[in-house]
């Protein structure tokens, strides 16, 4: 009965709107000093893997919502940062720092002083594989190449997704810096609902955060500090084979057939590691990255049975909504987009989802999967589903 309640009350879809040398950069990339770098009045937001296909956008859209907070774009390819970040550089709001974050002193840096971190960074990044088509002589030697991939594939618990993103949390959860408040971005006009008689039309960023999971805060509004990028169907290998019997669309999705590098399995365990950490935290899994796709109204769920498409511009837009969106901390959710349907509030539909503490008996998460799952399925044909 009990799980039949925890399924019913909690909503499983919602409708939404680098080695370190030190902190020097070169000079044209470095923002003018100011006083909140001292005294800590402005958020500063360290965007992790910022010059990446989807880091880039996170600092474009960090620096467009929030233009009360500063940001960092850590980077480990400083050259590549000031092509791919031209326009950005133009705000002296906007910091890079060339940093290895598989160092500590590269989390070091990219943590120092820091409100919050938007993790972008991977080993399996759009960087990494365009380098490999570039010319000899514009990267790493060959042999160089082969040193790394062979390292790890030989070591793959040495990645990013393993151990930076839990080492990134920590320091970040220590580093001193003040709780920050951000003003909630104004979304793109939708069509007015009137409120319910007697009731109230929630708003973005609104009061009353989420209870339980690591840094879930005492619900009164605790903001994530670290917005981890991710990925859908990162528990799907592991499924039994009666789930992915059940979930068959979930499940026999081309990723989840080949796994390569086992990738899945690794930001799983960067998943886990970060909830045992302190800081409050909030975990997006986008579907299947496609920027062929225009942007769309952001559809969020739980317990990894989603899939669908989603352009880069609005994985971004999602991960930078979450740092004021308190009904996010905690929570770890799909994300994926449908076009032709006008942005919408991202808060409530993420305040409907339950936290990872609610999902950790495994009656509850199996009650909210098959109510996500069905309502999913009503949205797309179930052939064309694709993470």
Same mark, same amino acid.
């Given at each position: 009965?009990?799980?039949?309640?925890?399924?019913?009350?909690?909503?499983?879809?919602?409708?939404?709107?680098?080695?370190?040398?030190?902190?020097?950069?070169?000079?044209?990339?470095?923002?003018?000093?100011?006083?909140? @770098?001292?005294? *800590? +009045?402005? $958020?500063?937001?360290?965007? %992790?893997?910022?010059?990446?296909? !989807?880091?880039?956008?996170?600092? &474009?859209?960090?620096?467009?919502?929030?233009?009360?907070?500063?940001?960092?774009?850590?980077?480990?390819?400083?050259?590549?940062?000031?092509?791919?970040?031209?326009?950005?550089?133009?705000?002296?709001?906007?910091?890079?720092?060339?940093?290895?974050?598989?160092?500590?002193?590269?989390?070091?840096?990219?943590?120092?002083?820091?409100?919050?971190?938007?993790?972008?960074?991977?080993?399996?990044?759009?960087?990494?594989?365009?380098?490999?088509?570039?010319?000899?002589?514009?990267?790493?030697?060959?042999?160089?190449?082969?040193?790394?991939?062979?390292?790890?594939?030989?070591?793959?618990?040495?990645?990013?997704?393993?151990?930076?993103?839990?080492?990134?949390?920590?320091?970040? @959860?220590?580093? *001193? +810096?003040? $709780?920050?408040?951000?003003? %909630?971005?104004?979304?793109?006009? !939708?069509?007015?609902?009137?409120? &319910?008689?007697?009731?109230?039309?929630?708003?973005?960023?609104?009061?009353?955060?989420?209870?339980?999971?690591?840094?879930?805060?005492?619900?009164?509004?605790?903001?994530?500090?670290?917005?981890?990028?991710?990925?859908?169907?990162?528990?799907?290998?592991?499924?039994?084979?009666?789930?992915?019997?059940?979930?068959?669309?979930?499940?026999?999705?081309?990723?989840?057939?080949?796994?390569?590098?086992?990738?899945?399995?690794?930001?799983?365990?960067?998943?886990?590691?970060?909830?045992?950490?302190?800081?409050?935290?909030?975990?997006?899994?986008?579907?299947?990255?496609?920027?062929?796709?225009?942007?769309?109204?952001?559809?969020?769920?739980?317990?990894?049975?989603?899939?669908?498409?989603?352009?880069? +511009?609005?994985?971004?837009?999602?991960? %930078?909504?979450?740092?004021?969106?308190?009904?996010?901390?905690?929570?770890?959710?799909?994300?994926?987009?449908?076009?032709?349907?006008?942005?919408?509030?991202?808060?409530?539909?993420?305040?409907?989802?339950?936290?990872?503490?609610?999902?950790?008996?495994?009656?509850?998460?199996?009650?909210?999967?098959?109510?996500?799952?069905?309502?999913?399925?009503?949205?797309?044909?179930?052939?064309?589903?694709?993470?």
């Amino acid at each position: 009965m009990m799980c039949r309640s925890v399924g019913l009350l909690l909503v499983a879809l919602g409708w939404a709107g680098c080695g370190c040398r030190g902190f020097s950069v070169p000079a044209s990339l470095s923002m003018t000093e100011s006083s909140s @770098a001292q005294g *800590g +009045a402005v $958020p500063l937001i360290s965007v %992790a893997g910022g010059s990446g296909r !989807v880091g880039r956008l996170a600092v &474009k859209r960090v620096l467009e919502m929030y233009p009360e907070a500063r940001v960092r774009a850590v980077v480990r390819d400083a050259a590549r940062a000031k092509d791919v970040l031209s326009e950005e550089l133009t705000s002296q709001r906007l910091e890079v720092v060339k940093a290895d974050l598989s160092t500590a002193a590269g989390i070091t840096a990219a943590v120092k002083d820091c409100s919050a971190m938007v993790w972008c960074a991977t080993s399996f990044s759009d960087a990494s594989a365009h380098s490999f088509r570039k010319s000899w002589a514009q990267r790493s030697p060959p042999v160089q190449r082969i040193f790394n991939l062979a390292a790890f594939l030989f070591n793959p618990d040495n990645c990013l997704e393993a151990k930076a993103v839990p080492a990134a949390a920590a320091a970040l @959860a220590a580093n *001193g +810096a003040p $709780p920050y408040r951000l003003q %909630a971005p104004t979304p793109a006009p !939708v069509p007015e609902q009137p409120p &319910k008689k007697g009731g109230t039309r929630p708003s973005l960023g609104a009061k009353g955060g989420s209870k339980g999971g690591a840094g879930g805060g005492d619900g009164e509004g605790v903001l994530p500090r670290f917005v981890l990028l991710s990925s859908a169907a990162v528990t799907r290998p592991a499924w039994s084979a009666a789930e992915k019997e059940e979930f068959k669309a979930a499940a026999q999705i081309p990723i989840v057939k080949l796994n390569p590098f086992k990738i899945l399995d690794l930001k799983r365990k960067g998943e886990e590691a970060l909830r045992r950490t302190a800081v409050p935290y909030t975990i997006v899994r986008p579907c299947g990255l496609n920027d062929k796709q225009a942007p769309g109204r952001l559809i969020v769920s739980a317990g990894d049975v989603a899939a669908g498409r989603i352009c880069r +511009a609005d994985v971004a837009e999602g991960l %930078a909504a979450c740092l004021s969106e308190p009904l996010a901390t905690a929570k770890t959710f799909e994300m994926f987009a449908l076009p032709g349907l006008s942005k919408a509030p991202v808060g409530p539909p993420i305040g409907s989802l339950p936290t990872d503490a609610q999902l950790s008996s495994p009656d509850a998460l199996q009650a909210v999967r098959r109510g996500a799952y069905g309502l999913l399925s009503q949205l797309r044909p179930v052939q064309n589903f694709d993470v």
